[in-house]
């Protein structure tokens, strides 16, 4: 058996330290990285460049008096079923990747509008970008495509030649309306996102969870934050309406609860049960943050802080994996 871990679904609400985590292992040595956290060299995939060109595919057509598809503007998805189609980005960007498929499409923009369709349609949605005028369409993807292209060169830039001491890590974060009650109805939370994954994913998956107060989450989603660079992963923020629309709460403790086996949450998809090992990092008090600035600044007590804490849950994770 392998001595790293397949595929870990890196989760938690905004601004937690999802991607200052993945920042971290991005700057420990490879044979550390496997030895004392079951990690391999890092292939990263993340659903939030899409949130982002969904919501540049909607300023676009704003631009155009014409109206938004996916947003009504700094607030919640118009439907919450494209949480699920961001699931089914992913699911593509995983299969991809593990078939190393490049593709070299004539418009990056207007292969990423088939894309997001396509995932749409797989949760019941309609072809939003299809169902566009022509003409308009084409502006939208002329003025995105070289952000659209740029997404696309960096996925193909990604596909190593072996997989072996590799670890794919997939960030997402999910949740709920502030003041909601357990379970989450509707396609709310990990509930709703987890059975959106392919069978793939699921079969080879663990959690790595972030744990911090939706308070929290809030306090650091405002301190991150930067204007100027709203496609960034270390520092875009996410609007306030969002922040309690969409990640008021989540499910994650009430999954951990309601499972049938210890240390694992359970789901129910394709006709299979999976138990799918987690392990928790308790950032509530912030261990994190540091981590944005660039190696040379970071201090050792925080470091040493931040490894215990994250080995402690991977340790967790891998009693469980290889069961």
């Known amino acids: 058996m392998s001595n790293v871990f397949n595929t870990i679904l890196l989760v938690a609400l905004p601004a937690s330290g999802k991607s200052e985590v993945r920042n971290f292992m991005a700057n420990i040595e490879p044979e550390r990285l496997q030895k004392d956290f079951h990690i391999g060299e890092n292939l990263q995939l993340d659903d939030f460049p899409y949130v982002h060109m969904m919501r540049q595919i909607d300023n676009q057509l704003v631009k155009l008096n014409q109206p938004r598809i996916y947003y009504p503007g700094e607030d919640p998805f118009n439907d919450n079923r494209d949480w699920g189609t961001l699931c089914q980005l ?30 749409s349609l797989a949760v019941g949605l309609p072809p939003r ?8 369409r084409k502006q939208v993807c002329e003025a995105l495509e070289e952000e659209a292209g740029k997404m696309l060169e960096e996925k193909n830039a990604q596909y190593p030649e ?4 590799k670890t794919i890590i997939i960030e997402c974060a999910r949740g709920g309306p502030d003041g909601s009650s357990m379970p989450l109805t509707g396609a709310y939370g990990y509930q709703y996102s987890f059975p959106q994954f392919c069978p793939e994913i699921l079969e080879n998956a663990v959690i790595l969870y972030i744990w911090v107060t939706p308070e929290e989450s809030r306090r650091k989603n405002n301190a991150r934050a930067n204007p100027d660079d709203p496609g960034s992963n ?5 609007p306030m309406s969002v922040m309690l629309g969409d990640y008021g709460c989540d499910d994650m403790a009430y999954l951990r609860e309601h499972t049938d086996k210890a ?5 129910n998809a394709y006709g299979k049960t999976y138990y799918l090992p ?41 009693e469980n994996y290889k069961k």
Not at 283 to 295: Q, V
């Open 129 to 136: 970008n299809s169902l566009l005028d022509p003409a308009i």
């Open 162 to 165: 072996s997989f072996e001491n």
């Open 263 to 267: 240390d694992t949450i359970t789901v």
């Open 90 to 119: 992913l699911n593509e960007d995983y299969k991809d990747l593990i078939n190393r498929n490049i593709v070299k499409p004539d418009s990056a923009a207007e292969y990423l509008m088939e894309r997001i369709d396509r995932a």
């Open 234 to 238: 270390l520092f875009h923020g996410v």
């Open 278 to 318: 987690i392990g928790v990092f308790d950032n509530r008090i912030d261990k994190t943050s540091f981590l944005r600035g660039d190696k040379e600044t970071w201090d050792e007590t925080l470091v040493k802080e931040v490894t215990e804490a994250i080995q402690t849950a991977t340790d967790t994770m891998w």
